[in-house]
């Protein structure tokens, strides 16, 4: 695992599932930088549950759009599994990105035309995987997430919450190292937001690592760890 930084003789590479080095993003528009992140140093372990929080405009969406490769840092690493993506090609990060990423964003982003079951099985299309196995895991990820009766229905048929957690079941459909989630309750009313965290924390204790990036105290608070961002940097953390 060329690359990857040991802190301790005892602890293997595979400990860490991200890896964040001196990350800086640099946005130009009209002459002018923005530092979206300046300088961003993280680490986290496999089976841990995340939360970043910070002011608007302090970096969460960029840096976890850095963790998802869905985008190139300006300068720095991002390491996911041993392998840094910031020296790939834009093929194979969109591969890493299938391989070990499941991503949830805040709004939902389902296909509305095709059915539940069919939106979750899509990142398995992508793999090439028969139809009958992807059906298999579909289910049983929308198992996983309490909506196996509503495999058939469209997404607008759903509730806020109920899409959510469709979205969180493509998201593991992949198997994914790491979950990603970018504001996963803002759209949802605080009763549909706390099934969500449950949800979360019940996908955690399976082992699953879960980054959650939110403005609610209240959901950052049921994670392992709080990640305080502020001016693209990191500024605190804290074992909630
Ligand atoms: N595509 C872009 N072009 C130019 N500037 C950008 C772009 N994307 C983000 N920024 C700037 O980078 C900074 C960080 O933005 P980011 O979206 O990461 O903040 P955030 O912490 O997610 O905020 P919020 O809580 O409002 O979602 C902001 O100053 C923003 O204006
Ligand atoms: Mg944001």
């Known amino acids: 695992m060329a690359g990857v930084v040991l802190e301790s003789g005892e602890r293997q590479a595979g400990d860490y599932v991200v890896e964040v080095i001196g990350l800086k993003k640099v946005y130009r528009s009209n002459g ?3 530092y979206a992140l ?14 970043i929080v910070g002011p608007s405009g302090s970096g969460k969406s960029t840096l976890l759009n850095m963790l998802g490769a869905l985008d190139k840092p300006t300068e720095g690493k991002v390491i996911i599994d041993g392998v840094d993506i910031t020296t ?6 969109a591969e890493l990105r299938n391989e070990k990423i499941g991503f949830v964003f805040q709004s939902y982003n389902l296909i509305p035309r095709i059915d539940v079951l069919r939106n979750v099985e899509l990142p398995l299309v992508l793999r090439g995987i028969s139809p009958a196995e992807r059906r298999r895991k579909a289910l049983e990820m929308l198992e996983e997430v309490g909506l196996a009766d509503k495999a058939r229905n469209k997404p607008n048929q759903l509730s806020g919450g109920q899409q959510q957690r469709v979205a969180i079941a493509r998201a593991l459909v992949t198997d994914p190292s790491i979950i990603l989630a970018d504001e996963p309750t803002g759209n949802l009313d605080s009763k549909s937001g706390q099934a969500i ?8 204790r399976k082992g699953r690592t879960i980054i959650v990036v939110t403005h609610n105290m209240e959901v950052a608070r049921e994670t392992n760890r709080i990640i305080y961002l502020r001016d693209g940097r990191v500024e605190r953390e804290e074992i909630p």
């Open 88 to 93: 790939l090609s834009d093929n194979k990060r």
């Open 38 to 51: 300046n300088g961003v140093e993280l680490r986290v372990r496999r089976g841990e549950f995340i939360a």
């Open 32 to 34: 002018i930088d923005t």
């Open 197 to 204: 965290v449950e949800l979360f924390k019940t996908l955690n």
